[in-house]
């Protein structure tokens, strides 16, 4: 179960609360009693670790790759643009 963020508008209670992501989010305030107890946008808790993650794999060293040149670049199809054939 996800561990949420909520702060009352009112008098400003903070608290973390677990329920399941199906529930209704809690409106009224366990300390003061108002219907103004809503939920805090918060960071995950959780890192992606090991092998096949972006930060790990696929994250770009900083290096550009090499622009074709004219002379290198793939020539235009012969039946013209727009087709679907290439």
Not at 26 to 38: H, N, R, S, V, W
Not at 44 to 53: A, E, I, K, V
Not at 79 to 85: F, K, N, R, Y
Request: hydrophobic share 30%; net charge positive; proline share 8%.
């Amino acid at each position: 179960m996800p561990i949420y963020d909520y702060q009352c508008t009112s008098c400003g209670f903070r608290k973390e609360v677990m329920r399941k992501i199906s529930e209704p989010n809690l409106t009224d305030c366990p300390e003061c009693g108002k219907a103004t107890f809503a939920k805090q946008l918060s960071a995950p808790s959780f890192q992606l670790t090991g092998s096949g993650w972006y930060a790990t794999d696929f994250k770009d060293s900083g290096s550009k790759p090499a622009k074709k040149t004219e002379a290198a670049a793939e020539p235009a199809p012969a039946c013209g643009s727009g087709c679907a054939c290439h």
